[in-house]
Every structure is written in C-alpha cells, then in structure tokens.
C-alpha cells in the first residue's frame, strides 16, 4: 500500500513538473513582456524570439544530455585504447578496415537496410489499408500489432519454434522443418545456412516493425478528407486506382516517416542477431559487432569506432530529412 | 448495378480473406508460444506444440512400481500396475529394452533376461514377472509407445503469476512507465510544434539533428550517464529511470510529432495568429487535440518501449525489492543456464495483457479522423 | 505406486527449496553432519545495520541456493545482504564498475573479467592472510591463489578473487541401463572410449549426443571439449602456455586438439542428428537424446551442472550416472580434470562486506550448499559426509583425486578469445571449415588485441 501511494506520488510530482514548467514559463513570458501598451511591439518580437526556446529548452537539454554527450564521448573513445586512457590515434579505424567481420557485418547490413524498412512498409501498407475495410478491421490489427508488444526475450523463444532443427532422425519441433518433413523434405538448420540466414533473422525484425508501420499508416489514412475519396469514387475510379493514385500520394509523407524510422531501427538492432547467431555463420551485423567488443572484449575503443561507422551510415537520411524539411518551410 | 454490387462482394470476399491470411501469417509464430505457455518443459523440448492439440503418439520410458509393491503368486514374483498416471491413454506397441522399444504387441508376454517376463495390454496394464525376488530400490523400465489425449498445465502460470514479489514489481514497472511515457511526449508535443510552425535560427539545423541522434546506440550512453548521475546524486533512482528513457525516448518523438504537426493545414493556424492567439494558446487549442492520433501512437510505442525494457532499468534503476522492475523479476525465475522455455513462454503472456490493453484504449483515438472532421469545419 | 514419466508426460514437480527465499533456515542449526561450530562462532559478530550487496550470474534454482546459504550470514550477525542475479551479468557489471555504483560483493564466472577489472582499479584486494587460509584450506591451494591474483592498476599482484563453488568438466553422461541393454562396459581409457564409439556404430546405433547451441554463446561446449582433449594430449605446462597465448593456437599441438575434437564431433555416423545438427542443436536439449525411446545417443559429454536440463524426474546416479572422461593409457599424462568455477570479489568495501567474505571461508557456508545439490568444493575442512547426492560426492572426488587440474582455458583467455573468436572459430569448425584456417582466425585476432 505504501508502494502503492509513493508510486502515484511519483507519477503526480514528475507529470505535474513538466505541465508546471511548460504553462508558468510562458506564462512569465507573458507577464514580463507584454504583448501591450507602448512598448507592445518590441515585446512581440522579443518574446517570439525567446518563446521557441521555451518551448525546445527542455528537449534541447535533455537530448544535449542523453545523446550529444555520449557522442561526442565516443568520437573521443575511438582514438583511445580498449580500456579508453590512451591515446592511440588512428589504429582503432586501422583494425577495422583490416577486420574481415567489419566487412561481413557492413554488407549484411545494408541488405538489412534493403530489404526490412521495404518488407515492413509494405506490409504495414498492405495491412492497414485491408483492415480498414472489414468488420473486424480492428481484431486484425490487434494481432498484426501483437508481436511489437511481446518482450524480446519472449518474440526469441517464439522463432526458436519455427526455426529450430533437430538433425536427420529426430522429432522436429520447428514448424518449418516439420512442415518440410511432411511434405517429404530434408530439414534444414535454417540460421547456419549462409547466406540465407540473415534473410530469416530479417523476417522477425520485419514481423515485429509491419505493426508499427501499420498503426502510422492507419492513422495517416484515416486523416485523408472523406471528399477527396468521395470525389474520385464519383470519377469512376475503382478501389486499385483510389490507393495508388489517391491515398498513397496524400500520405507519402507519413510513409517517408515510417520507412526513415525503421531504417535507423534497423541500423541499431542487434538483440535478434544475438539471441539468434550471436554474428555467426556470416550474420554478424554492425551494432551486434559494436556490443561484442564493448561488453565482450571490454574495448571501448574499438567499440566506439564501430558505433561512430553506425552513426556515420545514418547521414544520408539526414541530409534527405533536411531537404523535406526546407521545402516544407518555403 | 447488379454487376458493381457483385464485384463489390467479390471485392469483399478477396479482402477478408487477404486479411486472414496476413493475419495467420502473423500470428502463428504467436500461436505456437501460447500453446507452449501450457505444456511442461520435456514436452515442449521433445514434441512440437502444434502436437499438443491433438492425441499424439509417443515413445516413452515408465518405471513400473518399485520392488517393495511385489507379491508372490504362487513360485512367481510379480509387479503389476498401470503406466498411465491418470489410467487414461492406449498402448499401441511396447519393448522390454531400450534396443527394441517397439517389438511387442500390446498383450504379448515380452522375454527379460534372468527368466523374467513383462506384458503391457493396450489399456496400460503391465505385469512383471519373475522366478526369484525382486530386489533393488527402483522399477523396471517399461518401454511403451503410447496414445495419449492433450495434455496442458497451469503450473507455469502458476509459478510466474504467484511468484514472491512479482506484484510489488509491477507496481514498480508502472512508477517507471507511467512518467516515463507521458513526460517524453509533453516535451516532445512542445518541441515539434517549435520545430514546425515557430520561426527561429537554426531550425532546419536541429531537425537534422533530432534525426542523427535517432541513431546512438543505446549501449555507448549507459556508462558515461550511469556515472553522470552517480556524480549528480541521482543515484540509482526512479528520477534517473524517468530522465534516462525520456531522453532515449524523445529523438523519436520529436521526430514523428514534428512530421505530423506540420502537416496540419496552415490556415488554421494563421488565422488563430491573426485572432491575436499567442503560441502556447495556439498549441493548447489548437495543436494538442488535433494532433491526438500521433500522439496516441507515439504513446503505445514509449509504453511498450519502456515496459518491456530490462537494460535501461536493470542500468539505471537498482536491483533491490523496492526498485525491481517486472521485467527484471521475471528474469530471475529463469534459470542461470536459460532454457526454461516454459517460464519464459508464461512469462510473455503475463507481461503482455498490459500493453494490449493499452493498445485497445489508445486504438479509438487513432482511427477518429480528427483531422477530415476539422478541416471540413474551419 | 508412483510411475516416473521419463518423457512426455506432465510432472508438477517444481524446483524444490522455494521455502528458503523468505528466510527460512534450510537445516535447523545444531541438526545432521553440519559443522555447526563454525556457524556459531559468527555470532561473536554484530552486523546489525549493515546492507552487503552481492551481485551475480545465478538465477531460479541457483539463486534460492546461495540465499540459503546466505540466510545462515544474515540470521547469526544481523546484517542484511541482498543478492541479485543477471543473465547478462558481464555486461552489468562492467557498466556498474565503471560508472561508479557497484554492489559490494560480484560474483565472477570468468576470472577473465576480473582480471580486466582488478587491472582497472575496480576491485578492491581481499584481506591479508586469504591467500595463505586457501593455500592451505583448498585441494591444490596454490593454483586457486593463482587463479585468483591479477595485477592491479599499477601493475602489482594481488589476490582478489575467492573461489567458492566449483564445476567439473570432464565428465561423460550415460544412461546405466541403456548400457546394460546393449552390453557396454565403462570404459577406462581413451582407447577404450573411442572402440566403444566404433562399437556402437557397428552396432546400428549412434553414440553421441554433441550441441555447441547456446543463443549469444553459442559455442562454448566445444571449446570444453578442446580443452578437454587439450590436456589429454599435451603436458599442463603446453596447456598453460596455450591460455596464456605463449603457445600459438596455430601450434600444431593445439589444431591437433580441435582435431581430436572433430573426430567425435564431425562424424555424421557418430552424433546424434548428424555433424550438420551439432552446431545449431541447443546444449539444453542435447542431453535429452540419452533418454529418448529409443535412445538417440549413448554418451553426453558435458559438465557436472548439467542435470538440470534432464527429462523432469531423471534420478542421478540411477537413470543417468557419469564416467571420467578418460585418458590416454598411452601417453603419460595421469588423469587431467578440466573444471571451472564462480569467483567472490569485492567491488565496493565495508566492514559487512569484509565479514561475508571471511563467512565463505567457513566450513558451514559450503557444506549448506553442497547438502542441497550441484556444489562442489576444493575445501578440504569441510565434512563430505553432507552431500545427500552420492553422485555429488562422486564428482567431489575427482576433484580432489585428480593429478591435474586446469581451468576453463577459455574463461581465463581475453574476453575477446574466450568469449568471442574461440566460440565462433569452434562453430565454423563444426561446420566443415579446416582447424588450420580456423586457429589462424583465432591466432590473428588475438595478435591484434589492444
């Protein structure tokens, strides 16, 4: 019970802060420049240059804080030793484009980043848009969405029962050889088959994220204007013209945002790769390469180095966000 | 007419049944941890789970009753019982030796070594006979090969739902996720609207930046952050945790509320501008009720992101009773080793009810269509 | 009339011992075999007050045993100590170290990780006199003091690491009456082991059942086996020069091991599932194959934890037993024991925290442990006579008899060795690709650590 009150004392004190902060710094805005009386213009124009930075200041600090800093702390870390005193200039980036696995790991990512944020969008497309039609439309979703809400640890075991390969003579207890089995086919040990075991690792992240791109795209579909649908309707238009030549346009954006955000996931997963191979038989990815040396090996250095080549990856999609975001502005 | 109406249900037709098999495509790997979640672990390691839902046959080893239960029947000793526990199953074949566990037909009488003779009929009724005494502490092994109905249990469950503690820790798992969901997306509403619709320096400068730092890997900031707050005095706390996961959180935020806030038609908001609305008037009016559906989806994936989560709390949350996280707790009903794949397939339906229900409640705001209501309407 | 279900079948049974979580005593003081005086002379001690924070790998089962065994602490000086265990404990404890808010007591599974944390400064050096209590306390006292010292930050030696609960390792899992049905000895020798194998081949049956699966570990039972044959082939002193890298694994002595491995391991004829099935079959379920109708294997080589993973209800020492995995009759190198096993160090220092440590040098904190199950000790102060499990003491005894024992090499390699190329380079190797191109592999990465 005690718990219990200390628990929404908590929730209360930390929720009702940041409301507090949000209204009573404008507020003191307001009062301290008065968008009235004789100085009413210069007022404005000062509090419109202070008020965005009212409003960013306590994400500008808290990402500064989370996230810049440990950045900047590995730009450093990749010129130091494993243990991160020395400095030891370039030959962490030296090891890397020596190391086979770093060119193992980037050529399976970028077949990662190929084939996943495609898959998933795709997917979430397919599914939002059908679910949209039926009775029960929102039953469908909810099973699409389950596997984003199953913990990891969970979604693991789950594919350990589809993947799993018991060797010529045993009973199968993975769906996918035991399907093969009856249909009269050898199994397979599907996660050391190179080069195909990447792809079956890909299809997990790809079950997980489709839920996530379908709760994006649907609410996206849902915000097109009834009339625009009406209109084209009227024009004669059948249901495959309406998606492609209407509702896809109109939310290109939001697919845009789906498919960026999957990408940079993508970039960054690493537990199924972990769980599943650990990296081996050739399916070694960057950020499982990145954790290996950190908490494996204890270098920080190397580690960091192969963090900054994750980060480095990620620029095209900012260069692209930056354009969107300038049109947008014009 | 009577044509479009038929392509209309046959259009109908086609999208059902697309959708059925999407979603069975989706949900069988699901299907198959559920299933799991009921049986016990030699079943789930031996057998697969599509197996349990239906009488399967199986090989298997049963001690027959110890030596202290014979009795002499005239110059024989003999050991007689049946090798279902529950005296429900049928015997199709069984063996008196590993070597040939499947020679005998139920009824016949099987030759052991030392003169010894054994008969299993096909209800599970065995009888082991022998000329002299048995002697020893355990039974003889009966090879049987066995039809046996499904068979579930409720012990997994049972272990995770009424395990020591568990309740504390999901009182705890909400002290993290409530806060930890809802102050990520205050800040982040404020700092996408400024991003959006607010003019200043260096705006275009920190959107590329909110993108960039989507992409930091989680495991470069624990060490620095973890010592930063020992340094500050957080400590080990829950004010850390909130910190921790609204800064992990936000880069996300910003950046699917940003792209959706400044899609929201511009005339709305000019003409509040020139009503004489200040922003923070325009944001609370205006933005925050149009902008529902992202941020109810924004809210289901913070929720799940932080309810799910053991690294971030396991690092910046301690490890004691009144800290532990139902995550955590969870974990530690697993062995050292791993492997208990029934707790494990228990334990993922336990933790899961929650976000669902978190999903059914947020799901009417997504699909309401605020935003073609509104626009018809100013 | 109770019938065991060796497969199939539901079993209720649960991990026993969940009464001891809530501070129960799990054998009432003054009762059985126990060196009971050991535990009453704690109570001279006063620790009322004071938090010591333990912080380790052991979970479920193993995490009830170590809090019996701490009940006993707690319940004589008052002091409170909370253990909590992780599956990724290498990573937490790094992360914990490093950042400045470490629990009192960890415990290590690799000296390796210590070693990388004492070189830090992040361990604190156990008490003056540690190392002279287990040169003289411990079965081959010197080579746990040894185990146990690593340089600190300034390059001196120092003990800090105490080795309290130990694994064998070379131990062959059998079913003994699989065996009398087929007709099989024991054997005594590696010879005899590996006619044995030929034997059961020849007779329509596969003798082994061999799985390096372990999800982000996968791997690791092959390097035992190297290891294992390591020191039934080589000298200790070849094999202590492996580990420590001055004999390269290019050596041809060291491929010579893998290789002596591949000749159990890939031989489609002698594991279970075929050589294709080893690599991807799950350690946990490889045992399983020795009690399947029929069986798919006669022999499980793998250390003394594993009966954990056996069928719900398999008795030790009746359904299952264990052999030596043996040695060589023809070479001269006695009967080596590969073992393991889990370190205490200090990470942050109190006067509780030093009490606990000086608590698992007394007789009473191992033999709580060893009475329950799974716990092997080179204490030689304690009273054998408490182990419950005969196989136990049977274990316990080649331990104590052994003409060589050597550590998990692979624990004591660089992290990056041990836990990283080692493994994968053994998959790679059970996959079909050549010992001499995977010890090069290995070889290379080590030369150019940091």
Known sequence: ?330 | MDNIAGQKSALGWAVNIAVVALVLLWTIPTIGLLVSSFRDRDQISTTGWWRALTASEQNVIVRSAPPDAQVAEGDLWVIAGNIFEDGEGEVTAFGVTSRAPTALTPGTVGEMSKDRTMTVDASGNYRITSPVEFSGSRGTRIFATTLTPPQFTLANYDRVLFSEGIFRSFINTFTVTIPATVIPILIAAFAAYALAWMEFPGRALLIAAVVGLLVVPLQMALIPLLKLHNQIGIGKDYLGIWLAHTGFGLPLAIYLLRNYIAGLPREIIESARVDGATDFEIFRRIILPLSFPALASFAIFQFLWVWNDLLVATVFLGNNEEQLVMTGRLRELLGSRGGDWEILAASAFVSIAVPLVVFFTMQRYLVRGLLAGSVKGG | MKNTYLAGAAALALAAGTAYADGHLAFAPGSGDFSWDSYEALKSMDLSGETVSVFGPWLGPDKELVESVIAYFEEATGANVEYSGSDSFEQQIRIDTEAGSPPNVAVFPQPGLAADLAAKGLLVPLADGTADWVRENYAAGQSWVDLGTYADENGADQLYGFFYKVDVKSLVWYSPENFEDAGYDVPETMEDLKALTDQIVADGETPWCIGLGSGGATGWPATDWVEDLMLRTQSPADYDAWVANDLKFTDPKVVGAIEEFGAFARNDAYVAGGAGAVASTDFRDAPKGLFASPPQCYMHRQASFIPAFFPEGTVVGEDADFFYFPAYAGKDLGKPVLGAGTLFAITKDSKGTRAFMEYLQSEIAHEIWMAQKGFLTPHNGVNTGVFTDPTVAKMNDILLNADTFRFDGSDLMPGAIGAGVFWTGMVDYAGGKDAAAVAADIQSTWDNLN
């Open chain 1, 1 to 330: 019970m005690e718990q219990l009150l200390y628990a929404s004392a908590t929730i209360i004190v930390g929720v009702f802060g940041c409301v507090a902060y949000f209204y009573g710094s404008n507020l003191l805005l307001d009062v301290a420049l008065p968008p009235r009386g004789e100085k009413a213009g210069r007022n404005i124009n000062l509090s419109n240059m202070i008020r965005p930075w009212l409003f960013l200041g306590p994400a500008v600090a808290l990402l500064g804080l989370y996230l810049v800093y440990p950045v900047i702390r590995s730009i450093d870390l990749s010129f130091r030793d494993a243990s991160g005193d020395a400095w030891v200039g370039l030959d962490n980036y030296r090891w890397m484009l020596s190391d086979a696995k770093f060119y193992e790991s980037l050529i399976n990512n970028f077949w990662w980043l190929i084939v996943v944020p495609a898959a998933s969008t795709f997917f979430g497309l397919i599914a939002a848009t059908l679910t949209d039609r039926i009775k029960w439309g929102n039953l469908a979703k909810s099973l699409i969405f389950m596997p984003m809400a199953i913990s990891f640890v969970g979604a693991s075991v789950i594919w350990k029962f589809v993947y799993d390969y018991r060797g010529t003579g045993g009973d199968e207890i993975g769906i996918i050889n035991a399907i093969l089995v009856g249909l009269g086919g050898q199994p397979q040990a599907w996660i050391t088959l190179e080069p195909w075991n990447s792809f079956f690792l890909m299809i997990i992240l790809i079950w997980i994220q489709t839920g996530f791109a379908m709760v994006i795209l649907s609410a996206a579909l849902r915000g097109i204007p009834e009339e625009t649908i009406e209109a084209s309707i009227l024009d004669g238009a059948n249901p495959w013209q309406i998606f492609w030549k209407i509702k896809v346009p109109q939310i290109w954006g939001t697919i845009a945002v789906v498919w960026t955000t999957i990408t940079i996931l993508v970039l960054k997963v690493f537990d199924i790769v972990l769980a599943m191979t650990n990296g081996q038989w050739g399916s070694q990815v960057l950020a499982n390469l990145m954790f290996d040396w950190m908490f494996r090996a204890g270098d920080f250095g190397r580690a960091s180095t192969v963090a900054l080549v994750i980060m480095v990856l990620v620029t095209p999609i900012m260069v692209w966000n930056i354009r969107n975001a300038r049109r947008e502005m014009v």
